[in-house]
Nanobody
């Protein structure tokens, strides 16, 4: 099993930045992929960004050029740096870990972007 704890959410004005963190209970090097998803009000959960164990990163089109996913292997932590935030980025952001075919989720952290 992998336990995930997200932090770093909050309230920010449009155009501002926030950084999210996700600490995993297992080494991120053992985890096949770690991803960020989000679920906005009245919307389905959607993929935001992912980083594979080899370091390859992927992004949803709507965050390309604005968000950056990275990780600190020594701290078993994955980060999501969010820049140029828009009101439509308002959502609960969840961390997801894929390990041996199983997916694990954190509780999520709220991000609210005011216009």
């Amino acid at each position: 099993q992998v336990h995930l704890v997200e932090s770093g959410g909050g309230l920010v004005q449009a155009g501002g930045s926030l950084g999210l963190s996700c600490v995993a209970s297992a080494s991120v090097l053992r985890i096949n992929a770690m991803r960020w998803y989000r679920q906005g009000p009245g919307k389905q959960r959607e993929f935001v960004a992912g980083i594979a164990s080899g370091g390859f990163t992927t992004y949803a089109d709507f965050v390309k050029g604005r968000f950056i996913i990275s990780r600190d292997n020594a701290k078993n932590t994955v980060f999501l740096q969010m820049n140029s935030l828009k009101p439509e980025d308002t959502a609960v952001y969840h961390c997801n870990a894929l390990l041996n075919g199983e997916g694990y989720w954190g509780q999520g952290t709220q991000v609210t972007v005011s216009s």
